[in-house]
Nanobody, 126 residues
Framework: QVQLEESGGGLVQAGGSLRLSCASSHRTFNVYAMGWFRQAPGKEREFVAAINWSGGITYYADSVKGRFTISRDNAKNTVYLQMNSLKPEDTAVYYC???????????????????WGQGTQVTVSS
């Protein structure tokens, strides 16, 4: 069982930055592909960013490309989401997710992920 815990959410003004962290309890964290998703009130959960096990391959939703950066530190069992130039439409609960994946695998569909954190709220004021 992989447990994930997000942190770093909060309230920020438009144009500001936040860095989300997702810490894993699993000692073999480095075999998992990781992803970030978000869900705004009344909307479906949507893909934000994904990263393969080594961190060498990343993929972003068009809506965040150029503003958000996903990265990971396998020595710390943690994946990050650096969010810059935040917009009010980025307001949502942000979730990290994990799935076993070797080589170049990364995943952009929520159904591809087996493990999820509880989420952290990000609110961007205009």
């Amino acid at each position: 069982q992989v447990q994930l815990e997000e942190s770093g959410g909060g309230l920020v003004q438009a144009g500001g930055s936040l860095r989300l962290s997702c810490a894993s309890s699993h000692r073999t964290f480095n075999v998992y592909a990781m992803g970030w998703f978000r869900q705004a009130p009344g909307k479906e959960r949507e893909f934000v960013a994904a990263i393969n096990w080594s961190g060498g391959i990343t993929y972003y939703a068009d809506s965040v490309k150029g503003r958000f950066t996903i990265s990971r530190d396998n020595a710390k069992n943690t994946v990050y989401l650096q969010m810059n130039s935040l917009k009010p439409e980025d307001t949502a609960v942000y979730y990290c997710a994990a799935q076993l994946g070797d080589s170049d695998n990364y995943y952009i569909r929520a159904n591809d992920y087996a493990y999820w954190g509880q989420g952290t709220q990000v609110t961007v004021s205009s």
